[in-house]
């Protein structure tokens, strides 16, 4: 699966982060990645862990990233990437599992 978004400027991630010299904070980054995989699945999953998280690049405003992801090896496993302009951003491990009931609410 891929995704090729703008880091929009107004994005209230930039807000603070940091003032006269904003970057798009790694956890919003994440975050593009998490919501990329959900829509792919068809179950009611949720993110629950990360492993091997690489940043290797600042993302300014107004910076298009590309975002690839794909099944890895074990269930719910995905490798991920963010690049922009063939040069590596982000990139790690991401993994899913069903909403368990009991905790759905927390």
């Not at 991630?13 to 792919?40: E, R, T």
């Not at 990360?50 to 490798?79: E, H, N, T």
């Not at 302009?85 to 790690?92: A, F, K, P, R, V």
Request: aromatic content about 8%; overall charge positive.
């Amino acid at each position: 699966m891929a995704a090729r978004v703008t880091a929009d400027s107004s994005s209230p991630w930039f807000s603070g982060h940091f003032p006269d010299d904003p970057i798009l904070p790694g956890i919003a980054q994440l975050k593009m990645v998490a919501d990329l995989i959900a829509a792919s699945r068809k179950d009611d999953s949720r993110m629950t862990g990360l492993s091997r998280i690489k940043f290797r690049k600042i993302v300014r405003p107004g910076q298009q990233l590309d975002i690839y992801a794909a099944p890895g090896k074990l269930k719910g496993q995905y490798a991920f990437r963010i690049s922009s302009s063939n040069e590596d951003i982000c990139s790690g491990m991401m993994f899913f599992a069903q909403k368990d009931n009991k905790t759905a609410n927390l």
